[in-house]
């Protein structure tokens, strides 16, 4: 992981360093600092404070007692602005279209009564889940909405609609993490995985977003055709002035350019060529506690794993957010990771 100096670039370090992994979440600890850091100490309210102590207690409960307990609020949440993408990635099923829907986007009013409904725990939101977000042309007056509530805003693209009129609207917004992923130093390698990419065009964007002064975070994926040019990359986004970079094992679902070198992978392939995640599962996620994806329907979805939607646990459109979330299907499939956590599919590829 190569990583240049920026507010949530140390506290990854610090992460990291101190083992901080053992006692809280990545996301969680970012979030914090960077809370701090913005707002000192303005966007702590009762209600987030205490509901973030209910959180802990219920997962640490939950997991002594091996059944979901509590009734607390998601802190992070992450809602998907488009649900289709202009790139065919392979190792994506909504860039391979395996995934049967029709092209959609979040309306401005949809997104402002979620965010009403979740706000008052809420302190850090992802735009982004299947697709590519800048598809919807409402994201920095989301992006504006969400800050105005005092949650962070994060969103992860593929850089190729960032035009100068977009980066000025996103200057204006108050985004607090921009990821771009570039995923080669060349055409040629960038395009292997980012199918219908085009390498120049996020490089600009790139160049555009660091003039801005936008919170810049570039990421490369570990895979067979960017794993031998780690320093070429490294020195090119170096190059353009980013602050924060690093590079990121892949998820996959079979080996189509699966890094070579085992160290950057997270699986191990099996004999029958089959991968299987190095990290030893445990019946236990905190994310089922702590977070939430809700889909461009209104679907509430456990986590980003669940890209096809076999585990919703209900519509938010049609229920209220808390009915759904600690609703019988929640419960049901909380207790399962709590059991069993090996016997759901996504959670077998998943290193949480
Ligand atoms: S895939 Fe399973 S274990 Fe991983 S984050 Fe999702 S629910 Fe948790």
Redesign the pocket.
């Known amino acids: 992981m190569a990583c240049f100096f920026s507010p949530n670039g140390a506290a990854l370090y610090l992460f990291y360093f101190f083992n901080i992994k053992y006692f809280f979440s990545q996301t969680l600890f970012v979030t914090f600092v960077l809370l701090m850091k913005k707002y000192p100490f303005s966007w702590l309210s009762f209600c987030r404070v205490g509901n973030m102590f209910r959180l802990v207690g219920s997962y640490a409960l939950s997991v002594v007692f091996k059944r979901p307990i509590g009734s607390a609020y998601p802190y992070a949440a992450s809602f998907e602005p488009a649900n289709y993408c202009n790139l065919s990635c392979p190792q994506c099923p909504t860039g391979r279209k395996l995934i049967e829907k029709t092209a959609q986007q979040l309306s401005y009013a949809d997104f402002c009564y979620y965010v009403d409904a979740l706000s008052p725990y809420l302190m850090y939101l992802n735009l982004y889940f299947q697709g590519e977000p800048f598809l919807n042309r409402h994201l920095p007056q989301m992006i504006r909405y969400a800050r105005a509530k005092k949650v962070m805003t994060c969103v992860s693209t593929n850089a190729h609609f960032l035009t100068d009129n977009v980066v000025a609207e996103l200057a204006q917004s108050g985004i607090d993490r921009l990821i771009i992923c570039l995923d080669g130093a060349t055409q040629a390698s960038y395009e292997k995985y980012r199918v219908g990419g085009n390498f120049n065009k996020v490089v600009d964007a790139i160049k555009r977003c660091v003039d801005a002064h936008l919170p810049v975070e570039v990421q490369c994926l570990l895979l067979e055709s960017t794993e031998n040019e780690q320093k070429a990359v490294e020195s090119l986004v170096r190059n353009l002035g980013v602050t924060h970079f690093y590079f990121k094992k892949a998820q996959f679902y079979d080996d189509y350019l699966l890094p070579q070198n085992e160290e950057n992978r997270r699986y191990y392939q099996l004999e029958d060529g089959r991968l299987r995640v190095k990290k030893a599962w445990k019946n236990r996620?905190f994310?089922?506690f702590s977070s939430v994806i809700v889909d461009v329907n209104g679907n509430l979805l456990?986590?980003c794993?669940?890209k096809f939607g076999h585990y919703s646990y209900g519509n938010i459109k049609e229920q209220s957010f808390r009915a759904v979330y600690w609703g019988e299907k929640a419960m049901r499939f909380r207790k399962r990771?709590l059991v069993d956590?090996s016997s759901?599919d996504?959670?077998r590829n998943?290193t949480?």
């Open positions: 996620c994310r089922m456990p986590c794993y669940d990771i956590r759901i996504i959670c998943c949480e």
